[in-house]
């Protein structure tokens, strides 16, 4: 699933569950933002791209 608002285009991971609790991202310029997909009015939290490439590694090792 993919929102859009604004020009900001949130993706949501292909593991969500149907209850939308999951994480969705937005790939910015510098940076990548997460949030709640279940609260789409949620706080957003950013990571710098190499600490996102780093996070979603360490993850997937573990998945």
């Known amino acids: 699933m993919i ?5 900001v285009q949130w993706h949501e991971s ?3 569950v149907d209850d939308g609790s999951c994480l969705e ?7 990548v933002a997460a949030r709640d997909s ?3 009015e949620s706080p ?5 791209r190499r600490q996102w490439t780093d996070f ?4 997937t090792r573990v998945a």
């Open 3 to 7: 929102t859009r608002i604004g020009s």
């Open 14 to 16: 292909s593991y969500s």
């Open 25 to 31: 991202v937005c790939p910015l310029a510098a940076d």
């Open 38 to 40: 279940k609260l789409a």
């Open 44 to 48: 957003v939290i950013s990571f710098g």
């Open 56 to 59: 979603v590694r360490s993850v």
